[in-house]
T-cell receptor, first 113, second 113 residues
């Protein structure tokens, strides 16, 4: 069964450094998402992306965050200058169409030191 | 923003027992989804519900979309040890370019063999 893949599985970064989290969505899907889950808390929406542009973003997704689909397969989340509170699991998801179920990757655990 | 109240927060049951969990919202959703998350992995879709009043089964799992569109429940029958995990409800209010999921805080299920 097709799946969403994310790399790396764990990223440790010094505060203030830039980090790029990578995702390969399911190949025929058209809608892409990033969510985060702080340890012990619920999954929170960050951003959705369709037709090569952001379609919606949350309050969490400030100027330090950006997303890109550099080629036909990858979907990336960049945090420009990481803060301690950015430590969380980051999940990528994709869906065939907006109304259809979103399928999640196994996440990247981001630890900011 | 929209909030989902998921209950119970945790459950500890004996293998073979049935279990029920639910989500309520102060506002309506067009779609309700139920996901399961195992440790170190991403949420895995269990059931998607699209119509008010819809009752859908997936093996031993049954979920219903409340008639008011403000609630949903998930039942697991004849639980087995591999049912252990965190179960999340998620609501989607789709319209325009808005397809983000709003998650509940999860129900931690423990099954005693």
């Amino acid at each position: 069964e097709p799946e969403v893949t994310q790399t790396p599985s764990h990223q440790v970064t010094q505060m203030g450094q830039e980090v790029i989290l990578r995702c390969v969505p399911i190949s025929n899907h058209l809608y892409f998402y990033w969510y985060r889950q702080i340890l012990g808390q619920k999954v929170e929406f960050l951003v959705s992306f369709y037709n090569n542009e952001i379609s919606e973003k949350s309050e969490i997704f400030d100027d330090q965050f950006s997303v890109e689909r550099p080629d036909g397969s990858n979907f990336t989340l960049k945090i420009r200058s990481t803060k301690l509170e950015d430590s969380a699991m980051y999940f990528c998801a994709s869906s065939l169409r907006g109304q259809q179920p979103q399928h999640f990757g196994d996440g990247t655990r981001l630890s900011i030191l | 923003g929209q909030q989902l109240n998921q209950s119970p927060q945790s459950m500890f049951i004996q293998e073979g027992e049935d279990v029920s969990m639910n989500c309520t919202s102060s506002s309506i959703f067009n779609t309700w989804l139920w996901y399961k998350q195992d440790p170190g992995e991403g949420p895995v879709l269990l059931i998607a519900l699209y119509k008010a009043g819809e009752l859908t089964s997936n093996g031993r799992l049954t979920a219903q979309f409340g008639i008011t569109r403000k609630d949903s429940f998930l039942n697991i029958s004849a639980s087995i040890p591999s049912d252990v995990g965190i179960y999340f409800c998620a609501g989607q209010l789709s319209g325009g370019s808005n397809y983000k999921l709003t998650f509940g805080k999860g129900t931690l299920l423990t099954v005693n063999p």
